[in-house]
């Protein structure tokens, strides 16, 4: 599977030259050509899934305002979520899966929602996908002579293969899906084999198989591939997810705390700072944990702890406080009405945690810190302070 650089790249190349070439970075590559498929005759059969509701409060400015763009009092409506068989199928990149005569990825609901469309980046395929006015081209990493699985394989896509918050909101659903509509398969195949896809899947009874990487197979045939569709890649949970969701964290996390007795978490990202000082860093998070701190909250390091260990803390927590980021996703696991705030920098995520927070029926604002540092790089890695005493208005309403 090509990386985000990789697809720029080789699409600029495909689109100047008009050629498919053999190679790239030293990967062979492999090209199919299909025509395109008539236009449905009938749209899906839509249903309301649940609804979404915007933040309680909006602190601050946002460095972008679009970011709130589609952020709404509204019904959620989408198709039913179903399993899709693909024979004879070859996997080829994050999301897409090449069959004998046609090109197949899972319909994603927000494809229904041109606000959601106009952000879908062709770079995370990990393939290129090139479509004309009668045909379909797709250009992948491959063997020079693709090898045969007699398995039935199923395929999990994920647009950010070994992010965890992309895991949580994209893979998750797919498994709980496929826990509560059971079928055989003979193995997995991810985009990435990560420790909290075996967690997760333990925890679901989900069937011990083996698990490829989407990488480690790229253009090879399997017997069948199946793949779940009607998900929301931008993070919407359906109402018949949340209560599978809501079924694990009773198991999982037993009764919830006495009202009052809840535990207050801040959830860290300084552990990220050492390992990507690129990727929007707040300088001074050791002091706003310590502000945090005083005020009676613990704090977190999510990728310090076991999936089950995740579920546990978030489903006790009564308020929970912290940085946009994965660790903050596991707000899934939280009991309804919880109250919650999401502390943003410039990302273009917003939408997505506002998806997954009303969808999990929690009460959420966003704090938008003032001071971006530096303009050399994109605005959304850029580094950023927070003076704690900024957060007074959102700490008064996190803790009313």
Not at 70 to 90: L, Y
């Amino acid at each position: 599977m090509l990386n985000h650089d990789q697809v720029f790249r080789l699409r600029k190349q495909i689109l100047e030259t008009g050629q498919f070439p053999e190679s790239l970075d030293g990967y062979h590559l492999g090209h199919a050509t299909f025509p395109l498929p008539p236009p449905p005759t009938t749209a899906p059969q839509l249903d309301i899934v649940g609804h979404l509701h915007q933040p309680e409060h909006v602190f601050g400015e946002p460095f972008n305002p679009a970011c709130l763009n589609g952020i709404a009092d509204t019904d959620v409506h989408a198709p039913s979520t179903r399993m899709r068989q693909v024979e004879g199928g070859r996997i080829v990149g994050a999301t897409v899966v090449l069959g004998p005569d046609s090109v197949h990825a899972p319909v994603d609901v927000a494809e229904l929602d041109p606000v959601a469309r106009a952000q879908v980046e062709h770079e995370h395929k990990g393939c290129v996908v090139i479509g004309g006015k009668a045909s379909l081209s797709v250009s992948f990493a491959a063997r020079t002579a693709p090898r045969h699985f007699p398995l039935r394989a199923f395929f999990l896509p994920n647009l950010e293969p070994g992010n965890y918050g992309s895991f949580i909101f994209r893979q998750f659903p797919q498994l709980l899906h496929a826990a509560a509509n059971p079928f055989e398969f003979d193995c997995y195949v991810v985009p990435d084999r990560v420790n909290w896809f075996f967690d997760a899947i333990d925890l679901l009874g989900l069937p011990e198989r083996p698990v490829f990487c989407v990488r480690e197979v790229s253009g090879d045939i399997f017997d069948t591939v199946f793949i779940v569709e009607y998900f929301d890649n931008e993070g919407f949970l359906p109402a018949a997810t949340r209560r599978q969701i809501e079924a694990l964290v009773e198991r999982v996390a037993g009764a919830p705390e006495p009202p009052g007795a809840e535990p207050r978490i801040y959830v860290s990202r300084t552990l990220s700072s050492i390992h990507r000082p690129w990727y929007r860093v707040l300088r001074n998070e050791l002091e706003v944990e310590a502000h945090f701190q005083a005020r009676g909250y613990t704090v977190l390091y999510p990728e310090t702890m076991r999936f089950d260990a995740q579920i546990r803390a978030f489903a006790a927590a009564g308020r929970i406080a912290g940085l946009s980021g994965s660790g903050m996703l596991n707000a899934v696991f939280s009991r309804p009405a919880t109250r919650l705030l999401d502390i943003e920098s410039v990302t273009n995520t917003v939408r997505q945690h506002a998806k997954l927070y009303a969808s999990s029926g929690l009460r959420y604002s966003f704090h938008f810190v003032k001071d971006i540092i530096g303009t050399d790089r994109n605005p959304i890695f850029r580094d950023f302070t927070l003076p704690p005493t900024e957060l007074a208005a959102a700490l008064d309403w996190l803790e009313a």
